[in-house]
C-alpha cells in the first residue's frame, strides 16, 4: 500500500518569532514538546504541542518558500476553519496569522485515531453516520465566497481526455478500450455536482478523519472546502474505502447509482493523468500515491460497466 506523505518541517525549524506568536495563542508559556505527524502532503508543520503548563495544540505552519501551493492552501484552510459553525463535527480553532510570509493555524489538539485501513464496516458505518450529521451542520452553507464543487472538480474530472489525447503505453487495456465512455462518465459526474448549498469538505480519505475515544467522529483538513450536493463527501470517501479496501455501500445509500459511476470515473482519470507529472517541490510521494488510486478505482469501473 502506498501511504500519502510529504516530506515536513518540524516545530524547531519555524522562525523564533513565529513560534512565540503561536505560544501566544496558545497560552501556558513555552513550547516543551512538539511531536510531528506523519502523513499528508504538506511540506509544513503538522505538530502536536505541549506547552510549559500543560495546555495541548495542533500546529499547522508553512511558507510558500516550501511550497506555494501549500501555502495557499492553508490560507485557504485558516479562513474556512475559522467560520465553521459551532457544533460541527470539525477541530475547534484556537487561533491563527498570515503575516505574508507564514500561514499559521492553530487548532484543539483531538485525541483520537484514523480510520483503520483496509476499512472495517463498523467504521465505515460510522463515518456514514457522521457525514450526514456533518452535512446537516453544513447546509445550507454558513461559509460564503466559496467555490462551488463543479468549479473545483470539474477540471479535474475532466482529465481523462489528456489521457485519450495520448494514451500511456502502461494504461489499463481496458481502460484504453473504454476511453469514450470514461470521459462520458465523468461528464455526468461533474454535471451532477452543480446542485446543492452544502459545505464539502470535498479531499475525504482516511487520513482526514479522526475518531475520538468516545466513538466520534471529527473531519479535518479543510483547505478544498466548497459548495455543492450533501452526498458529495460520502461518495469521495467510498472512493478511499475502494482503493483501501472495504464495502463502500452504506456510504453511498441513497446516492443514484450513475452518478456514484461518474464520480468514481473522474476521480480516476484525475489520478492516472496526474500521477505521470513531475513531483511538485516537497511532496515526492504524491504521484506514486494517485497512480496506486487510480489503479485501484479501474476494477471497480470495470466491474461498474458490466465488463
Known sequence: ???????????????????????????????????????????????????ESGRRAFVKA??????????????????????????APVPRVLGGFDDGEWVVLV???????????????????????????????LTPAPISGLPSAADRLGPAFGEWRQVAADPPADL???????????CAAADRGVAALAAGDTVTHTDLRADNILIRPDGRFVFIDWPWGCTGPAWLDATLLAINVVVHGGDPGPLLAGVD?????????????????????PAPPGLPTLREFQRF??????????????D
Not at 484543539?108 to 472495517?120: C, I, K, N, S
Not at 489499463?172 to 470514461?182: F, G, I
Open 62 to 87: 508553512v511558507t510558500p518558500a516550501l511550497n506555494a501551493d501549500s501555502a495557499a492552501m492553508a490560507r485557504a484552510e485558516l479562513r474556512i476553519s475559522t467560520a465553521m459553525p459551532v457544533g
Open 1 to 51: 500500500m502506498v501511504v500519502a506523505s510529504g516530506v515536513r518541517i518540524g516545530w524547531d525549524d519555524l522562525p523564533g518569532p513565529v513560534r512565540r506568536e503561536i505560544e501566544q495563542i496558545i497560552g501556558g508559556g513555552p513550547v516543551v514538546a512538539a511531536e510531528s505527524q506523519a502523513g499528508g502532503f504538506s511540506p509544513g508543520t503538522a505538530d502536536r504541542v505541549r506547552t
Open 107 to 137: 487548532l484543539e489538539d483531538v485525541a483520537g485515531a484514523h480510520p483503520r485501513t483496509p476499512w472495517v464496516e463498523a467504521e465505515i458505518r460510522g463515518a456514514a453516520a457522521a457525514l450526514r450529521d456533518l452535512a446537516a451542520a
Open 257 to 277: 447509482r450513475e452518478i456514484v459511476v461518474g464520480v468514481f470515473a473522474g476521480a480516476a482519470g484525475y489520478f492516472l493523468h496526474r500521477a505521470r507529472q
Open 293 to 306: 488510486q487510480g489503479d485501484a478505482l479501474v476494477p471497480w469501473l470495470r466491474e461498474a460497466f458490466g
Open 172 to 182: 489499463d487495456p481496458w481502460a484504453a478500450r473504454r476511453l469514450d465512455d470514461l
